[in-house]
């Protein structure tokens, strides 16, 4: 943002320059190079193509800024209630400190793995402890995300692990979700009695 800002700027005072010589509309749009090299010269136009250039890019960031901003708002939301949603004296830690540890410098490395493949793991033995009869998280592919995140800000793996790393997140929150809501309806699983598991 602050390069499109400097961009922007400078090439409103280069138009203002060259709107104070005469004539500014009869120079070539090829002229003599300036810190853009040969390809635009000092003309107007060269200018204003500069100038239109650095608005649609700082457009373009701050579009980007918001996007970010409100992904990561409702990321925030989606790991709070997750986690709410299987309290009960044994999960591993409460859904504050699910999201604020998430923001914490170079610590949040290491918080990704218990926000996310913790809770795959957490909410396996919620379900165990509470006999409820619905499906399992899938552990793998939840400690697969903690990796690919990390990975993913890495300065020599970034290029690879960022795709992979979206895909596998939109995939973990339809799962999610559905865990989630499921705990509202599942039914409580049927002991099975002694004498069905001597006749087998």
């Known amino acids: 943002a602050i390069l499109a800002a400097i ?13 104070t010589e005469e004539p500014f ?6 002229g003599e190079p300036f810190l ?10 060269g200018a204003l193509f500069i100038v239109v250039l650095g608005t649609l890019l700082a457009l373009f960031i701050v579009l980007g800024a918001f996007v970010a901003i409100y992904a990561t708002v409702v990321m925030c939301i989606m790991v709070y209630k997750m ?4 309290q009960d004296g044994h999960a591993r830690t409460t859904p504050g400190k699910a999201v604020g540890l998430m923001f914490v410098p170079f610590f949040n490395f290491y918080w990704v793995f218990q926000a996310y493949w913790g809770f795959s ?10 006999s409820m009869a619905t499906n399992r998280l899938p552990e793998r592919l939840f400690l697969a ?8 800000l890495a300065p ?4 690879l692990a960022s795709i992979p790393c979206l895909v596998i997140f939109i995939i973990l929150v339809v799962k999610i979700c559905d865990a989630v809501n499921a705990l509202q309806t599942a039914a409580p699983m049927e002991p099975t009695s002694a004498a ?4 087998e």
Not at 121 to 130: G, V
Not at 196 to 199: F, H, L, S
Request: negative net charge; charged residues 15%; without cysteine.
């Open 7 to 19: 961009l922007y700027i400078a090439s409103l005072a280069m138009i203002a320059s060259t709107l």
């Open 25 to 30: 509309l009869e120079e070539p749009f090829l």
């Open 36 to 45: 853009g090299g040969p390809f635009l010269g000092e003309s107007f136009p």
């Open 83 to 86: 986690w709410k949603a299987i």
């Open 121 to 130: 793991q957490d909410y396996n033995s919620y379900i165990e402890r509470h």
């Open 145 to 152: 995300y903690a990796i690919l995140s990390v990975a993913s």
């Open 156 to 159: 020599f793996t970034w290029m």
């Open 196 to 199: 069905e598991v001597g006749g």
